[in-house]
C-alpha cells in the first residue's frame, strides 16, 4: 500500500511544502467564508500555500492554482455521553490532529466532546488519504503533515505575536470552581477576614474570602492574608473590591503570579451577591455597591432585564467579540445595513472572489466581501432546530443560541500597521468609521465606490472682526460632529444640587449620591454647531497683520447618508479620554436645509489673497550656512505635561516640535501615532536644510507672488511622512495654518508619483487618492457644477431619517462596550456582539453615533429645523 500511495503523491511532490518559521497556516477559517473545521464539509489546508477554504471555495482555488494537494480538517462536535461516562475525558481519533487549533467556545467544554479527523485530499479526482499514515507515506509528505496539523493557526500566531504584553486570560478561569457555602458579600464596609485592613481587600473567587494584599498589588500596603490564604488553599484568582465596575476589574491569579482576565467575571461575582452593573466608582478612588442604584446606561442601552426575542436570518447575524472588538462589529453592522455597501461587496461576490490575488486573506475588497456574505447570506444565523429546543427545554436551559461570525481574518487585515486598532485594546467606533473609509477609498479602484454615501463637502467661512472681511473655503468631510453643550442642560437645578451633595459626601468621606444625567435638547447641539468659533493666531490678509478672527461652517452639500457624531468625549486633567453623562433627545426625522452655504453675499468683501510672512529669525540665516536648525523653540510646558504621564523626556519633545507647537493634546496624539517606532525616545534631530530653499535673507516679507510656505512648517508636515510637494500645496491653501494643512492633505488627491507613499500610511483619518478613480458612469445625484477631477458628492435635500445608531457603555473610549440598533423591516434591532434580537425599548437618548438616511422629497411627517 505504501508504494501505491507513493506512486500516487510522486507528481505532486513538488508542490507540498513544509511550513517554515513565519508561514502563517490558516487551518481555522476559509479565506472566502467562515467555514471552519466545524463547519458541515470542513476545512481543506492547502499544502503548498497553507490557506484554508470551505467545501464550497477550494475549488476556485485549484482552478485558479493547479494545486491538487489538500489536508481536509473536520471537526466532529457530540454531547457527552450521560450516565457513568457523563465524566470521561473527550475520545479523540489521534491526538496529534488539532493540537493547536482553539476550541469553539459556543459549546460549553462540560458538555460536548470533539472527534478530530484529517485526510489528505488529491483534486480534482477526490482521492483521499487518511492521516496519519507515516508508513505509508513519503517522509517529506509525513513531515509537511506534521508541520500543518502542530503548527499554531495563524490568528492564534498572530495574537502572541501582537499582543504578547497585553493582560491574558487566566487558565482558570473558564474551569474555576465555586463553593456553595452561601457567601454574599455586603455593599459596603468590607475589612480584611483575618486583620483590621479596610484598603487593597481583595475578594477570593473560589471561598469569597476577603483579604488584604500586600504592597506588590498597588502599593497601597497590606499584610499579605490574600497571598497566605492562596498557599493554604489553593484557589487562584482574586479580584480587588475596590476597582469593580460594569467595565471590568483588576483580576490576579496566585498561580500564574501576574494580572489577568476573567472573561467570565461578571458570573464569579454573581455568585457572591455582587451585580457589576451597578458597581460605580467614586471619585476618590473607590467602589460601593449600592443597594437602589438609579438604572445604569450599561443596562439601559443592552435593555438588560428586558426579554428580547432573537431573530435569525439574513441581516441578522452577529458579529463575535473578539476582545474588545465590540467598535469594529458595531460599525460594520451599519455598513452592511445601507444597500451601497451590500451592492459593491455582495452583490459583485463572485467577481470579487474570481479576480482576487493568491492570497485572499491580505486583499481589501475579498474580505470586504466575505464579512459582508457572512452576514447577509443568513448561513451563520439559523434558528435551532425544534430537537434542540426539546433538549434544552428538558434542561431547564432554553436558550437561543446565536453562534455569529469571527471577524479575525478581517480585524487583522484592517488593522494591519495601526498602533491602535491592532491590538486588543478598546477604540473610539467614530475613529474606526473613518479609517475604515480611508480603506474603502484607497481600495475602490474604478469600481462602485460606496463610501460616496458619506462624502459632503463644508464650507467655512472665516471673517476678520477688525476689517469684517471674508474668506470662504471647502473641504470634505465625512460625519457631522455636534457639541454637547451641557450649560443648555433642562435639568440644570437638579445637577447643581447633585454637585453640592457630591462635594459634600466627598469631603465627609460618604457614599456619594447617585450621578444625575444631563439632558440637553437636540436643538441646543444644532446651535452651539451653527455660533461663530474663535480662529486661534489669525492673520488678516487685509491687515497683514496679526487679528480676531471667526469662523461659522455650514453644508455646501448634503450627503446621502449623514452621519452624526456626539461629542461626549473629551479630555481629563490627566489627559485620558472621559465621557459626558448626558441624555439628547435625538429625533427620528431631521432637516437640515437651513444650514445650507450661502457663498459670499452681497455687500460682503473678501479678504485678500496673500500668504503670511515668512519670518526667518536671524540665528536661523545663520545657522542655514550650517546646514543645520540648532536649539528649535518647543514649548516646554507642554513637554512637562507629557512627561508627567510617563513618556519620555525626549520623545516628548519630539512630539511638541513636530506639532508645531501647538499644544499638548495634539503632542499627545503624535505620541500616541509614534510610540511604537525603534527611535521614538532617541533625542531630537532638527532637520536640516539647504541653502538654497531658504528664502533670501535680503527679503524679509514675503511679497504676494511669493507663495512659498515657511520652511520650519514643511519640516513639521515631511517628518509626518507627507511628500514635500504635498506639504507645500497643502500649506499655500491654507495661508500656513498647520492644523489645517492637515486636514487639507487628507481631503485632496496627491500626484501620481506621490500617491505610493501615502496609500501606506494607516491614517485614522480618510483620504480622497480614490476620487480621481471615481466611478465614471452618470448619477443624478451628483452636483451639476462639480469639477469632473475634484470629490464626487451626492448632493440633495436636507431631510434625514434616523435608521441606526451606535451606542456607548463606560467612562472613556479605551474602555467599555458599544453596541448598535439598526432600523429593519420597520422595527428596531439591537445588536450586540453575536446576539441579534428585537428591540424593547430603543435608548436613542444615550446613542454616540446616529445614522441617517436621506428621505425623499415627497412630503413626509413634520421635521425638526435648526
Not at 460594520?332 to 455582495?346: D, K, T, W
Not at 497683520?545 to 448634503?558: H, Q
Not at 501647538?662 to 525603534?678: L, Q
Request: contains cysteine; glycine residues 6%.
Amino acid at each position: 500500500m505504501a508504494t501505491d500511495l507513493g506512486e500516487v503523491l510522486v507528481p505532486y511532490m513538488p508542490t507540498i511544502r513544509v511550513p517554515r518559521t513565519g508561514d502563517r497556516v490558516f487551518k481555522s477559517e476559509c479565506a472566502f467564508s467562515y467555514d471552519s473545521p466545524e463547519s458541515e464539509g470542513g476545512l481543506y489546508v492547502c499544502m503548498n500555500t497553507f490557506l484554508g477554504f470551505g467545501r464550497e471555495h477550494v475549488e476556485r482555488h485549484y482552478r485558479k492554482t493547479g494545486q491538487s494537494v489538500y489536508m481536509h480538517l473536520k471537526r466532529h462536535v457530540k454531547m457527552k455521553a450521560t450516565g457513568a461516562a457523563g465524566g470521561a475525558v473527550p475520545r479523540r481519533r489521534n491526538g496529534k490532529v488539532f493540537l493547536d487549533l482553539e476550541l469553539n467556545r459556543d459549546f460549553n467544554g462540560d458538555d460536548y466532546e470533539y472527534e478530530d479527523e484529517a485526510k489528505l485530499v488529491i483534486f480534482p479526482d477526490h482521492f483521499e488519504i487518511p492521516l496519519p499514515n507515516i508508513e505509508e507515506l513519503p517522509a517529506l509528505v509525513t513531515i509537511a503533515c506534521d508541520a500543518v496539523l502542530n503548527a499554531a493557526s495563524a490568528y492564534k500566531k498572530q495574537e502572541l505575536d501582537s499582543w504578547g504584553e497585553e493582560i491574558q486570560v487566566s487558565r482558570h478561569a473558564r474551569s474555576l470552581r465555586q463553593q456553595d457555602n452561601g457567601v454574599r458579600i455586603p455593599p459596603s464596609g468590607w475589612k480584611c477576614g483575618r486583620c483590621e485592613m479596610r484598603e487593597n481587600l481583595w475578594l477570593n473567587l473560589t471561598d469569597g474570602s476577603v483579604l488584604c494584599g500586600k504592597w506588590f498589588f498597588d502599593g497601597s500596603g497590606g499584610n499579605g492574608h490574600a497571598l497566605e490564604h492562596y498557599r493554604e488553599t489553593n484557589f487562584p484568582l482574586a479580584v480587588k473590591l475596590d476597582t469593580i465596575t460594569p467595565d471590568g476589574a483588576d483580576i490576579y491569579s496566585f498561580d500564574e503570579e501576574e494580572a489577568v482576565l476573567d472573561p467570565h467575571i461578571s458570573e464569579h461575582l454573581a455568585h457572591f451577591g455582587i451585580d457589576m452593573l451597578q458597581m460605580q466608582r467614586t471619585e476618590n478612588g473607590h467602589t460601593d455597591n449600592h443597594v437602589e442604584p438609579r438604572v445604569s446606561e450599561w443596562e439601559v442601552i443592552q435593555e438588560s432585564g428586558l426579554k428580547l426575542k432573537a431573530v435569525f436570518g439574513s441581516g441578522y447575524t452577529g458579529i463575535k467579540n473578539l476582545g474588545n472588538s465590540c467598535y469594529l462589529g458595531t460599525t460594520m453592522q451599519v455598513l452592511f445595513s445601507i444597500p451601497e455597501f451590500q451592492r459593491a461587496y455582495v452583490g459583485n461576490l463572485q467577481r470579487i472572489f474570481d479576480y482576487s490575488p493568491l492570497d485572499p486573506t491580505q486583499d481589501f475588497n475579498t474580505q470586504m466581501a466575505k464579512l459582508g456574505h457572512g452576514l447577509l447570506s443568513g448561513q451563520y444565523s439559523k434558528p435551532p432546530m425544534k430537537s434542540e429546543l426539546i433538549e434544552q427545554v428538558m434542561k431547564e436551559e432554553y436558550k437561543q443560541q446565536q453562534k455569529g461570525i469571527s471577524p479575525k481574518m478581517f480585524k487583522a487585515l484592517v488593522s494591519k500597521g495601526h498602533p491602535e486598532f491592532s491590538s486588543n485594546r478598546q477604540q473610539d467606533a467614530q475613529e474606526f468609521f473613518l479609517h475604515l473609509i480611508n480603506l474603502v477609498e484607497r481600495n475602490s479602484g474604478g469600481a462602485e465606490n460606496p463610501s460616496d454615501v458619506f462624502r459632503f463637502l463644508v464650507e467655512e467661512r472665516v471673517q476678520c472682526c477688525q476689517t469684517q472681511k471674508v474668506r470662504y473655503t471647502q473641504r470634505v468631510d465625512y460625519l457631522m460632529q455636534l457639541p454637547a453643550p451641557i450649560e443648555a442642560a433642562t435639568n440644570r437645578e437638579e445637577l447643581i444640587a447633585y454637585e453640592a451633595k457630591r462635594k459634600d459626601a466627598e469631603q465627609n468621606m460618604r457614599t456619594p449620591p447617585d450621578p444625575v444625567r444631563a439632558r440637553i435638547p437636540f436643538t441646543a447641539c444644532l446651535q452651539a454647531f451653527t455660533e461663530p468659533e474663535n480662529v486661534p493666531d489669525f492673520w488678516s490678509s487685509a491687515l497683514q497683520a496679526k487679528s480676531a478672527g471667526v469662523k461659522t461652517s455650514r453644508f455646501a452639500s448634503f450627503p446621502e447618508y449623514l452621519v452624526v457624531q456626539i461629542k461626549k468625549f473629551t479630555f481629563g486633567v490627566d489627559w485620558v479620554p472621559k465621557k459626558l453623562d448626558i441624555s439628547i433627545d435625538v429625533p427620528d426625522f431631521l432637516d437640515l436645509n437651513r444650514l445650507r452655504a450661502t457663498g459670499l453675499q452681497a455687500g460682503e468683501e473678501e479678504l485678500p489673497d496673500i500668504t503670511p510672512p515668512i519670518v526667518i529669525p536671524e540665528d536661523t540665516r545663520d545657522s542655514s550656512m550650517n546646514n543645520s536648525l540648532e536649539s528649535p523653540e518647543i514649548d516646554e510646558s507642554s513637554v512637562m505635561q507629557l512627561a508627567e504621564m510617563g513618556f519620555p523626556l525626549e520623545a516628548c519633545r519630539k512630539a511638541v516640535y513636530y506639532t508645531g507647537n501647538m499644544g499638548a493634546e495634539m503632542a499627545f496624539n503624535w505620541i500616541i501615532a509614534h510610540m511604537e517606532e525603534p527611535d521614538f525616545a532617541e533625542p531630537l534631530v532638527v532637520p536640516s536644510f539647504m541653502e538654497a530653499d531658504l528664502p533670501s535673507p535680503s527679503l524679509p516679507m514675503a511679497s504676494p507672488l511669493d507663495n512659498q510656505p515657511p520652511e520650519e512648517s514643511i519640516a513639521i508636515l515631511t517628518s509626518m511622512g507627507f511628500p514635500r510637494n504635498h506639504t507645500i500645496q497643502a500649506l499655500r491653501a491654507t495661508n500656513n495654518n498647520l492644523e489645517r494643512a492637515l486636514d487639507w492633505i487628507f481631503t485632496h488627491p496627491e500626484c501620481e508619483d506621490e500617491s505610493e507613499a501615502m496609500s501606506d500610511m494607516a491614517d485614522t483619518e480618510p483620504n480622497d487618492n480614490a476620487f480621481s478613480n471615481a466611478n465614471t458612469h452618470s448619477d443624478s445625484s451628483l452636483s451639476p457644477d462639480q469639477d469632473p477631477s475634484g470629490p464626487r458628492i451626492r448632493d440633495g435635500p436636507g431631510r434625514y431619517e434616523l435608521f441606526a445608531f451606535i451606542s456607548h457603555m463606560g467612562a472613556s473610549t479605551m474602555s467599555g462596550h458599544y453596541v448598535c440598533h439598526i432600523k429593519k423591516e420597520g422595527r428596531w434591532v439591537i445588536y450586540n456582539d453575536h446576539k441579534v434580537c428585537l428591540s424593547e425599548r430603543p435608548p436613542k437618548d444615550l446613542g454616540y453615533i446616529y445614522f441617517y438616511r436621506r428621505l425623499s422629497s415627497r412630503p413626509g411627517p413634520s421635521h425638526l429645523h435648526p
